[in-house]
């Protein structure tokens, strides 16, 4: 085992966890009432992968995480108000509202994003670390992705150029044992994941994803590594997901005492005892260690759901970095007669997915998703 | 001016901006070493060195996805991809990435990034590496979209490009990498975005050309003069997001009469979406349909005879302005008459 950290230090690693877990559990009622839409995929089981690995960062270093990243926002600093205004779609979201769960994003914190393509960051990240290295910083960046992006394209075209440039990046694997519902073993040829970069100049390390001590130990060399001898590695971390791959999975691809299995290793509960039974902590402290972090989601809740919807006016702002320049393709005279084609105040407020409609929208949505026993009802049908 | 080649002005608008601006980069598969597949890059590698230029392996989408993350931290990077139809392996990088960032992230991030390729028929390529597809980036919010037709503009437009904040698709035409144009001198020659060239003036008939086409509508322009006396007005739009619709219904306004010519394929493609414009802004300007001038709506055949029937010539535009000013009615596909 690795050693403990400071008590000041253990005592937050246990509290992010916490939080990311607390604050998915409201993110998943939120989805059952229908105040988040879209997909929601949530981290529960995962938190030590989050936390040990950003923990392992320095805060000018970059992270960059997948469709999964409330807990990786939350990890870097991002107020939980603010992530759960997003999930909302709200004004106050650290995307503005326009980029919902999968696509969170925290440019002063270096949290580059979430990103809703399998795969799509992998390309991203080297490109940040390029920059990094190009402008003499001694940054890293660390790249997260789940076992299934393993297969994609980008996985192999980015660790061979990361190689070959000496790129200071760090790629995450955190295998969760799922791409989606098909088991690694049922997607990936070779299942000794932190292998899979060999033969491509990049050589991988393994931690066990429940521990947030190993975790962290893990990432922190390799971090370290990587700053100092400018060549990317891969680290594997070995974790499970206790919820669905999102809301609206039945999970007929795994046993309910596979996950309960795993449930025993849950990485809060286990760190949390170990931190009393090193006397870190005493119980009580951990009680209002949760109760803290449950009132702090109360509160983001209470904040998500007070900030406005952004408004209709601003639907066309930021698709350009416009400086006065002409938006789109549509010169300013055309602009102006495609404005009478627009929905006016009242049309757009009888929209079904108008603020009004919303609120009156939710008690409905919530009968049907408990009628059908499960979280959320999401986009009926639609898994991803 | 200069007597320039369009491959040597784009090489002069790299080189400018690589001097100007240390955060401009180069990455793409043989641009430095090999000196660029089309030779536009011939020479920076030594000028600049290999953290600048950089020769990549071929893995489109991801040297994209590179430029879209060093373009998100600081730096201006101009991705070449060799041509156009290879593009298609780096659409999730240009598409979902490239193109959303900025918006799906509420404004936070930037993407500073060009992506330089060429485009084009007439080589003999077969279809895989001869397509036109400027239609599937225009088709694309958050894309800028140049398709210079002269050396001064590949040159203005490329420097414009590195320069701009928002990603920039900026396509090329094999064929006219060898063609000479004057190019004015100096460093701050910049041609701005959305605003189109009034290649020939003329009252009678409207052509607006994309890309290499804008060329041959000259040509065809001259024609009409001599044999016909129709004096056609050739416009150039140059940028298609921007788009200078300005300039093309202020010129249909004068001539109703508008005949659109693309190299691209007929269904969903720029000569659509402009007729489709000019048709809802200046219906009532208009004394004849929007004509359209296409390639054929076919992969691009390798054989010389079938290739050269497969995109458009001069005649067809010919034909095309003469049915708006009161002949045979019609589209004219290549190769379809």
Known sequence: MAALPPPDVAREWLTTMTLIRRFEERA?????????????????????????????????????????????????????????????????????????????????????G?????????????????????????????????????????????????????????FMVTNNQFGMGTALRRHSAVTDLQRKGESLGVPGMRCDGMDVLETHAVLAEAIERVRADRRPLLVEAVTYRFRGHSMADPEQYRSKEEVARW?????????????????????????????????????????????????????????????????????????????????????????????????????????????????????????? | MAQMRYREALGAALREELARDERVILMGEDIGVFGGAFKVTDGLLAEFGEQRVRDTPISENTIVGVGVGAAMTGLRPVVELMTINFSLLAFDQIVNHAAHIHYMFGGQATVPLVVRMPQGAGHQLGPTHSHCLEALFLHVPGLLVAVPATAADAKGLLKTAI???????????????????????????????????????????????????????????????????????????????????????????????????????????????????????????LDAPVERVTGADVPMPYSKPLEDIAYPHEPQIVRAALAVLGGDRGSVPAGGD
């Open chain 2, 163 to 285: 320069r701009e904040e928002n990603p920039v698709i900026f396509i090329e035409h094999e064929a006219l990498y060898g063609v000479r144009g004057e190019v004015p001198d100096g460093d701050d020659q910049l041609v701005p975005f959305g605003r189109a060239r009034i290649a020939r003036e003329g009252s009678d008939v409207t052509i607006v050309g994309v890309s290499r086409m804008a060329v041959t509508c000259e040509r065809a322009a001259d024609t009409l003069a001599s044999e016909h006396d129709v004096h056609a007005e050739v416009i150039d739009p140059r940028t298609l997001r921007p788009l200078d619709l300005d300039s093309i219904l202020s010129s249909v306004r004068r001539t109703n009469r508008c005949v659109v010519v693309e190299e691209g394929w007929p269904h969903g493609g720029v000569g659509a979406n402009l007729a489709a414009l000019v048709s809802e802004q200046a219906f009532d300007d």
């Open chain 1, 28 to 112: 998943g009622e939120m989805y059952a009432r229908a105040k988040v839409g879209g997909f929601l995929h949530l981290s529960i089981g995962e938190e030590a992968t989050i936390v040990g690995s950003a923990r392992a960062l320095r805060d000018s270093d970059y992270l960059i995480s997948t469709y999964r990243s409330h807990g990786h926002a939350l990890v870097r600093g991002t107020p939980p108000e603010n992530v759960m205004a997003e999930l909302f779609g709200r004004v106050d979201g650290c995307s503005g509202g326009r980029g919902g769960s999968m696509h969170m994003f925290d440019l002063a914190r270096r949290f580059m």
């Open chain 1, 263 to 384: 449930r025993e290793r849950d990485p809060i509960s286990s760190f949390g005892g170990l931190l009393v039974a090193e006397g870190v902590l005493d119980e009580a402290e951990l009680e209002r260690i949760d109760a803290d972090v449950i009132a702090r989601v109360d509160a983001a809740v209470a904040f998500a759901d007070a900030s406005p919807f952004p408004a209709p006016e601003s639907l066309y702002d930021d698709v350009y970095v416009l400086d006065g320049k002409m938006q789109g393709w549509y010169s300013a005279a055309t602009a102006e007669a495609r404005s009478e084609l627009e929905l006016d105040a009242a049309e757009a407020e009888a929209l079904p997915g108008s603020a009004a409609a919303a609120n009156d929208e939710i008690p409905q949505r919530l009968s049907s998703a408990l009628a059908a026993g499960q979280d959320g009802s999401e986009l009926d049908g639609g898994v991803s």
């Open chain 1, 114 to 170: 979430g990103y809703g393509i399998v795969g799509g960051n992998l390309p991203i990240a080297a490109g940040i670390a390029l920059a990094s290295d190009y402008q003499g910083s001694e940054d890293v960046t660390l790249c997260t992705f789940g076992d299934g992006a393993s297969n994609q394209g980008t996985f192999g075209e980015t660790l061979n150029i990361a190689a070959l440039w000496r790129l200071p990046v760090v």
